[in-house]
């Protein structure tokens, strides 16, 4: 990053610093082991790239969990193949574009402190594990890559799981017991994509067997936080609006739900690695760059969640229209 280029953010952030968010803010202890849950590769940078940068500065640890390799993404691979009809072998090498592109960001923002877990299940069909598919014997099939099972080898956690809700259940819980998370970010369940509804309700599942019996001062601290939402993050489809990093990004106001509201403000130097993580991201910079730009703000809002998952639903995608 040039110097001229950090000081220009800088001049842009301070005043606003000045005038920190009126959300209270989400405190990071010392030695905090933060594990953050995500749907797809960048999310992760999208709802904690300064969270993250926090935790590894005050002596934490971070583990980011991808669940899906973000295969799923049908106009991008069509685009991007000049296929209107991509064929499943498409999809699985976008997805492991996608997943070199986490790899690079995360290295942007952690300097390789930050540990990423793989676990490849499939991109658009996070919901249907959570509803129909729990079963192990009969596995959902991908409608992209054709695969009921992770076709991404020597990159996922463990190859012989299939695409079904029990597997999914059991990895978490396994990573929830080798991690031993102190502050957990996951998807908020009411998030309007599906994917990121039923990864925040598969999250919720499993922190409530890892935590069975367990005493509540032990128990981790869970923030939900949102990703799709209609006409949000602001101005992302208005073209005449310029998201800006000296501005702070708050939950929408028609975004009623249970628990209090916090925010992480970002300093001018963790601002601009979030922007550099994420410029790694050249497929989603492609294909939808001014979203991304929206989530480049001077604050990361988050919701303190309780371990009580919604009963499981198949919300409809909305918000700004992500296929992913």
Do not use: C
Not at 24 to 36: C, K
Not at 105 to 133: E, Y
Not at 164 to 180: A, N, S
Not at 282 to 301: C, I, K, S
């Amino acid at each position: 990053m040039g110097v001229s280029r950090f000081l220009t953010l800088a001049l842009w952030l301070l005043p606003a610093l000045a005038q920190a968010a009126a959300l209270p803010p989400l405190e990071v202890d010392r030695n905090e082991r933060l594990l953050v849950i995500a749907p797809h590769p960048d999310d992760e940078t999208l709802a904690a790239g300064g969270l993250m940068q926090q935790v590894l500065a005050n002596s934490g640890s971070v583990r980011v969990v991808l669940l899906t390799a973000g295969d799923g993404y049908v106009e991008a691979v069509a685009q991007d193949t000049g296929d209107p009809k991509p064929r499943p072998v498409d999809f699985v090498a976008y997805g492991e574009r996608r997943l070199g592109e986490a790899r690079g960001a995360l290295r942007v923002l952690g300097n390789g402190a930050i540990r990423l877990t793989v676990l490849g299940f499939p991109d658009g069909g996070l919901d249907a594990l959570l509803t129909a598919h729990r079963d192990p014997t009969k596995p959902w099939r991908s409608r992209t890559t054709d695969a009921t099972a992770p076709p991404y080898t020597g990159e996922v956690l463990n190859e012989a799981v299939r695409y079904d809700g029990d597997d999914l259940h059991r990895e978490l819980v396994r990573i929830l017991r080798e991690t031993k998370p102190t502050l957990i970010v996951l998807p908020d369940p009411f998030d309007r994509h599906p994917d990121h509804a039923a990864a925040g309700a598969f999250t919720l599942l499993a922190v409530q067997d890892w935590t069975a019996g367990m005493p509540k001062r032990q128990r981790p601290e869970l923030a939900g936080y949102l990703i799709h939402w209609p006409n949000w993050p602001p101005g992302w489809n208005a073209p005449d609006q310029t998201p800006r990093p000296d501005q702070p990004l708050e939950l929408p106001a028609d975004f009623h739900r249970p628990g209090e509201r916090a925010a992480v403000t970002l300093t001018p130097q963790q601002a601009q690695l979030k922007i550099d993580a994420l410029d790694m991201y050249a497929t989603q910079q492609t294909a939808m760059g001014r979203v991304l730009d929206g989530f480049a703000r001077q604050t990361e809002p988050f919701t303190v969640l309780d371990a009580e998952p919604p009963p499981p639903n198949t919300p409809k995608p909305a918000g700004h229209g992500r296929a992913r």
